[in-house]
């Protein structure tokens, strides 16, 4: 069994950044891809970013791409996304979620946190 925490979402104005935190506790973690996905309401869930378990391969949905940079530190136990100059459409619940392979899809991760909230206001 893998639990993940997510920290680090809150409210900050547009062009700010944060950097949310997925910590997790049990089975080694390199052997996990990550994810990051996000949620807002009325909306469903979208893919964010994600990285392999070695750290080597991430992938970006485009609408962040050069703003949001995934990483990893496994002697941490923890993934983290960096997102610069974020946007008011930026504003969810952010998840992460741990799977056997890097992948764009939610069904394809198994473990799953609670969600943090970041909010970003124009």
């Known amino acids: 069994q893998v639990r993940l925490v997510e920290s680090g979402g809150g409210l900050v104005q547009a062009g700010g950044s944060l950097r949310l935190s997925c910590a997790t506790s049990?089975?080694?973690?390199?052997?996990?891809?990550v994810g990051w996905f996000r949620q807002a309401p009325g909306k469903e869930r979208e893919f964010v970013a994600t990285i392999s378990g070695s750290g080597l391969i991430t992938y970006y949905v485009d609408s962040v791409k050069g703003r949001f940079t995934i990483s990893r530190d496994n002697a941490k136990n923890t993934v983290y996304l960096q997102m610069n100059n974020l946007k008011p459409e930026d504003t969810a619940k952010y998840y992460c979620a741990a799977g056997s392979t890097v992948a764009r899809v939610s069904r394809d991760y198994d473990y799953w946190g609670q969600g943090t909230q970041v909010t970003v206001s124009s």
């Open positions: 049990g089975r080694p973690f390199s052997g996990y891809a």
